[in-house]
């Protein structure tokens, strides 16, 4: 298990941010508070986690090297308000912590970037670069070399056979599958559920058995 670092403050209150306070816990690291728009739950507790308040005034009484951020936003419609709000924050000066679930299963030679998210069950082969700030979800399975964008969510149950690039900010849906060697553009919406057989230009969405691209 890896060793306990800075006390965390999470961001958002959903059930991603749920999710992530439990791998938190698993992982025994020092939670300090959380960051909420909704100026009613401040100093109420979510998930026994207390709501300091929103992203400007419940930060200011930390300084940049005295904590750690870890993004609770999920995808909700789109991966850009998660980018945004790291975005921001690292233009603040702060830094995001990766979350490895001590369920997760990683090889060794897995290089993944900073706010990284992998959650309970899932499975990254050997190979395997993941950019900033991307989810893994739960159960998901990565199969050897696949090279996986910034603010990318490889959602639940979802599986990347060997070789697949995804780019930045792709949404690759529960249970889906993308076979071997397929590139995937950034900004791209894979369906939960779909068969991914052949490149996906960037910002296109897919679904289907083989997935197709939905007309605009």
């Known amino acids: 298990m890896t060793a306990p670092g800075r006390p965390v403050v999470i961001i958002g209150g959903g059930g991603h941010a749920g999710v992530l306070i439990s791998a938190l816990r698993a992982l025994r690291r020092e939670i300090l508070g959380m960051l909420h728009p909704d100026p009613a ?32 936003i999920g995808s909700v419609s789109s991966l850009a308000k998660r980018r945004a709000i790291f975005m921001k924050f690292k233009e603040r000066g702060y830094t995001f912590a990766s979350v490895v679930h001590p ?6 030679d897995v290089l993944w970037g900073e706010g990284v998210q992998i959650m309970a069950g899932a499975v990254i082969q050997n190979g395997c670069v993941i950019g900033d700030d991307a989810i893994i979800n739960t159960g998901s399975i990565v199969d050897h070399d696949c090279r996986i964008g910034g603010h990318v969510h490889v959602a639940t149950g979802a599986v990347l056979s060997g ?22 553009g950034e900004g791209a919406v894979i369906g939960a559920g779909s068969v991914v057989v052949n490149d996906v230009p960037a910002y296109a969405q897919v679904v289907g058995v083989p997935a197709k691209e939905k007309a605009p």
Not at 44 to 49: L, N, Y
Not at 163 to 182: E, Y
């Open 41 to 72: 739950l401040v100093g109420r507790t979510i998930a026994g986690v207390r709501v300091l308040g929103n992203d400007d005034d419940g930060i200011s009484g930390f300084r940049t090297d005295a904590v750690e951020l870890v993004n609770g």
């Open 103 to 108: 369920g997760a299963l990683a090889m060794d």
């Open 163 to 184: 070789g697949v690039t995804v780019g930045a900010m792709t949404h690759v849906g529960a249970a889906a599958t993308v076979i071997q060697g397929v590139c995937i």
